[in-house]
């Protein structure tokens, strides 16, 4: 027999993600009949298409059959082609060790906060931006129980 399992506390009261309430309310209107275009997670529109140079890669990728997992911190042959560029453009000297690559902003900042702030370190603060993308105040708070201050940015009212 399961048991229902009971979430963290933490977990628990973590405020619903705005990302996923507007692309609920996306999906609500389009099934209503709305012509909607929902940039909400993150995804482009069909009438903005990807560079030819990526798909013609991932069909490669997967004729190739390169389909399994990466390494950790990216394709190295990515990373190493980003130092190239970083040094080239910008003068900017790093090796393919020093930087990584991640599936989103949520993966990356999830990770950077999992190495960086320890729940039981009463000099854990963290403060963020307002208005923020949800995860960087949701992720620090899941990881030390604490919430993220928020530093309200002046917002310029732009009239079309």
Do not use: W
């Amino acid at each position: 027999v399961i048991q229902e399992m009971e979430p963290h506390l933490i977990a628990r009261d973590l405020p619903q993600s705005p990302t996923i309430a507007i692309f609920n309310l996306s999906s609500e209107m389009v099934r209503n009949g709305v012509d909607v275009i929902n940039f909400g997670v993150g995804e482009m529109v069909p009438e903005i298409q990807p560079p030819r140079e990526f798909t013609e890669g991932i069909i490669k990728a997967i004729k190739d059959v390169r389909i399994s997992y990466s390494d950790p911190q990216g394709i190295i042959e990515l990373r190493e082609e980003l130092c190239r560029d970083l040094e080239a453009n910008f003068g900017l000297k790093y090796t393919a060790n020093t930087v990584t690559f991640h599936a989103g902003p949520k993966d990356a900042l999830f990770k950077l906060c999992l190495a960086l702030l320890h729940a039981k370190s009463k000099r854990n603060k963290t403060i963020t931006f307002a208005p923020v993308f949800e995860a960087f105040t949701n992720v620090p708070e899941l990881i030390t129980g604490e919430p993220a201050a928020a530093l309200l940015v002046y917002e310029r009212k732009h009239h079309l």
